[in-house]
């Protein structure tokens, strides 16, 4: 007796999802994005204002205001390119806030973790010590600083322009926030596996520590970029001249032209409009992961 075979269904299609229609925007979502719209606008109204400036005539410049210029020229971009050694304070710029990024990154980690994670005799007392920085103003400290600076015999060099940029009481207190909120859970974990000090920290914290480790590098580099006076004080060699100072050189021998300053402000300025617009993301995270949002 032969037995035959059962029918076999075929297997349906599967349905189609329906992509969900997008909500309508809330009165919220509506004012937050008038206010993101209107900010945007005041943070990009005298940029825009430098760029019109910057190409217009010395003559047009001074005469009513209007954005727009009649006669589109880039006689004051070319004469600051020529007047200054742009290639050379570009490099010398770049040099100078890449090597205080790494100190300050390295100082403020490694003392962020150990205020956040160790116990030690005068801790409270270094840690009030360390804090007490971020009330001094850096005007206040330049003449004991150049006064140091000058009897090392570092006027004129490098090391004398990185090193005194280098002690970050603000980039310690913000690693040191993250670092206190990292679970301790982890570490003593890696301890019960025999780990040290120093491996936990560098194949556990420091991977953890990427968001605010970025934040705090381009705040860094932003600042030592914009650092005008402390570069301006120890160094008088042109060849050794960063790019804030070097500008500001060639607008003191132009006078008070303002398609020539315009110029040489956004030639100045333009590196950390590109390290913003690339690296607004991590900005954010830093800023998100640092312990400061709320405070």
């Not at 229609?21 to 209107?38: C, E, N």
């Not at 990024?101 to 150990?114: M, P």
């Not at 300053?261 to 690296?279: E, Q, R, S, W, Y």
Request: glycine share 8%; charged share 10%.
């Amino acid at each position: 007796m032969t037995t035959l075979p059962t029918p076999t269904t075929p297997p349906t299609p599967p349905t189609p999802s329906l992509r969900k229609p997008r909500g309508t925007w809330t009165p919220a979502q509506i004012a937050l994005t008038l206010v993101a719209a209107a900010l945007s606008l005041v943070w990009l109204a005298p940029l825009a204002w430098a760029l019109s400036t910057s190409l217009k005539t010395p003559t047009e410049s001074v005469t009513s205001p209007h954005w727009i210029p009649q006669n589109f020229t880039g006689e004051s971009w070319k004469a600051v390119i020529e007047a200054g050694n742009i290639p050379n304070w570009f490099v010398n710029s770049v040099v100078v806030s890449v090597c205080v990024t790494f100190i300050v990154l390295a100082v403020a980690s490694l003392a962020g973790y150990g205020f956040a994670r160790t116990e030690f005799r005068g801790k409270s007392a270094l840690m009030a010590l360390t804090m007490a920085g971020l009330m001094f103003s850096p005007a206040i400290l330049g003449v004991p600083l150049f006064t140091t600076v000058q009897s090392l015999g570092m006027v004129d060099t490098y090391w004398g322009m990185i090193l005194p940029q280098c002690a970050p009481a603000a980039m310690v207190y913000i690693l040191y926030k993250f670092f206190q909120s990292l679970p301790k859970e982890l570490e003593e974990a890696a301890f019960i596996d025999g780990a040290g000090r120093w491996r936990i920290f560098f194949t556990i914290v420091l991977p953890l520590s990427k968001p605010s480790l970025s934040a705090v590098g381009i705040f860094t580099f932003i600042a030592s970029w914009n650092n005008f006076m402390w570069p301006y004080m120890v160094t008088n060699n042109p060849d050794l001249m960063t790019m804030p100072n070097g500008i500001a050189t060639v607008q003191n021998a132009f006078g008070i032209v303002w398609p020539q300053l315009m110029a040489g402000g956004l030639l100045a300025g333009l590196p950390l409009i590109l390290v913003f617009v690339f690296f607004q993301s991590q900005i954010v995270r830093g800023v998100a992961h640092t312990g400061l949002a709320g405070q």
